[in-house]
């Protein structure tokens, strides 16, 4: 017998997060590159289009790094100089796109648009000292559908922040990508039992379409 879902999607109560789909994450090349990122661009693409055209909020997230040392350096040397990993305002050339970008910035192909969000992060979950809870508040969200990378990483420390702060979340399975499908299979295993829903993208839009 089919377990039922733990909650139920309205549309009217959610927003989509996108986690730290940067050029120094996603662009060929970049230091801390994750190749199965680009793969969830046309999913992540299609979710936009349903959120902005429904107007519930998106929100990006972007991961920062310096001026100065912090303990992150310790477990991600490409933050230190001269490499400046995901350092805001430092333009580097990646070999998949011509000229040079912020290596902080959105990739080009998810670029916020009018009305979008940003938060800003120097650390792995987007609800650490940031103004994330504030934003949903104002809009009165009490769901999170959670995309971006990297999924063990910042995408599960986001998703679980927002389980710590009495949000319902989802992950969306093929829109968040990683580095070792190892440990990408066993983060939506684990948070699937005790935090939150893992869902695919045709799911998601498929229950939002019904509320």
Partial sequence: MATAAPFVLDASRTALIVVDMQNDFV???????V????????????LLEWFRAHQRPVIFTKFLAGPGRTLMWSWSEVLAPPLHCCWKGFQRSYPDIAGSRDCTAIVDELAPVAGDLVVEKYSYGAFHRTNLLDILGAHQ?????VTGTVTQICVDETARGAFDEGLKAVIVSDAVSSFAPDLHDATLKNFAM?????MLASQVLADLQDT
Avoid: N, S
């Fill in 141 to 145: 969200v009490d769901t999170v559908i």
């Fill in 194 to 198: 005790k935090f939150g829903r893992v």
């Fill in 35 to 46: 190749p199965d990122a680009r793969t969830t661009i046309p999913v992540l693409c299609g």
């Fill in 27 to 33: 662009r060929k090349g970049a230091p801390l590159e």
